[in-house]
């Protein structure tokens, strides 16, 4: 890769130290030299989230998902990509609705579990310990033990080749109490939320900034 007039260079650590692991403030001694990969998808880190999916008269169930994202505030919507041999596709499919439950650090080992066993095999309910919740207005129960449940209505799958995704309206919204102040605010960044990058899960750390704190006045 060519670097453009006037961009800084910057110089290389030159003592064989590994970049593994390193931390923020040794950025300024890295090279930032380019290698080349074939187009693949690293776009990280995303939300791993435990989506839950039931067909009238069978069992609940749950699939965890990284390909999800937000895709319009108004109305509320978002994206779901699901490969069509997943047990919960024809489900969702079929039925047209989904919840996106949000993972915290206390459901982390279940959605692995939600993404490497099938709902054909296993009760992943049950297996889990984790308790189905029902409303009037929804097909698919959400996951009562999740602090963040997204009810969803299909709008609209649109197959891509390895996957479809699935377009969906955001019909409803519960959120945990425990999470709640005594003014009613709900503390989302309170309930341990955790992120997929790179085949690994974390846990959100530290609070590096908020929204527009870069143009804020001091
Ligand atoms: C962290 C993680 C993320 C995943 N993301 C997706 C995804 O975005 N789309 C998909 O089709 N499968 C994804 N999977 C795989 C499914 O969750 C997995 O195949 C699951 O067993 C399917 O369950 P089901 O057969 O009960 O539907 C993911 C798995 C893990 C562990």
């Known amino acids: 890769m060519q670097e453009r007039k006037g961009s800084r260079r910057r110089r290389k650590t030159g ?9 923020r403030e040794k950025e300024t001694t890295l090279s930032h030299e380019k290698e080349s990969w074939k187009p693949g998808n690293l776009l990280y880190p995303l939300p791993a989230v435990m989506v839950s999916c039931q067909r009238p008269g069978e069992k609940p169930n749950i699939i965890t998902l990284a390909w999800a994202g937000t895709i319009c505030s108004s109305p509320a919507m978002v994206s779901i990509s699901i490969r069509p041999e997943r047990h919960s596709y024809g489900i969702i499919k079929e039925t047209g609705e989904f919840v996106i439950n949000l993972v915290n650090r206390e459901l982390t080992y279940a959605t692995d579990y939600c993404g490497v066993k099938s709902g054909r095999d ?13 409303s009037d207005t929804a097909a698919a129960p959400s996951i009562k033990e999740s602090p963040v449940n997204i009810f969803c209505r299909v709008t609209q799958v ?9 377009l969906a309206e955001v019909t ?6 425990d999470y709640m102040d005594e ?10 939320l955790v992120a997929y990058s790179h ?9 590096l900034g908020k929204f527009g704190y870069s143009v804020q006045k001091k």
């Not at 003014?183 to 341990?192: A, E, M, Q, R, V």
Request: charged share 25%; net charge positive; hydrophobic share 30%.
């Open 172 to 177: 409803g919204i519960t959120v945990d109490k």
């Open 15 to 23: 003592n064989g130290e590994s970049t593994k692991g390193l931390r």
């Open 122 to 134: 296993v009760d992943k309910f049950k297996e889990m310990n984790l308790t189905p919740l029902y």
């Open 158 to 166: 649109i197959p891509l080749g390895s996957h479809d995704v699935f």
């Open 183 to 192: 003014k009613g605010k709900f503390h989302l960044n309170s309930t341990g």
């Open 199 to 207: 085949g690994e899960y974390f846990q959100l750390g530290e609070k």
